[in-house]
């Protein structure tokens, strides 16, 4: 677990050196600008023989945002650096079916990116929208954001029927929209559903066209 809080507090305390008196220094400083307990908080780091030193090293505390350099080295080793979730469109008469990957950072700007990129395959009207269990959509992904969001078909179907009804957009949907697909080096159209939007739990497998988002 050290090396996990080292790595955070290093970054907080100095870019050039892994210890120093004035790595020290800049502890005290911190503890007596927030008025931070000594005795309740910890500050550690490894020496150049790989000793770890500095203050209450042996302290329990919450890791708070020092957990992100865990799941992050945990999904770097179980996926490997490169990983990318795949959303996967399945189309036929009119009949779009979104088959997701639990991308947990599907928001406005994949969802206009999405867009763009069907308008760009000349698709501006669908009878009807269809999504499987795996498909994740909060609009805010991209930023700071509640610690635990509701996300479910209902709210996955809300908001696709937002995104694929253009004539219904506010005017920052549609300016947020104009920059994602300027990336495409194209216009923005309308695109709109005429039936609906509702979750299936059944696999789509036999269409006529199967887009898939390049991996790069």
Known sequence: MSKFTTAALLLTLSSHTMASDKTDAKWGELLKKYKFNSSTQSYCYTNERGELEGKNVELRIRLASVSKLITSLWAVDQLGPDYRFETKLFIKNGHLHIKGSYDPFFGNEKAYYLLSQLNSLGYNSFNKITFDKNLIIFPNAQFHTNEHPIIGPKSVASNLSVYF??????????????????????LPEEIRINEGVEFSAKEIVNCVFRYQPSRK
């Open 165 to 186: 009804n253009t004539a219904k957009w506010s005017a920052i949907y549609k300016d947020e929209y104009k920059r994602v697909a300027s990336l495409t080096k194209r």
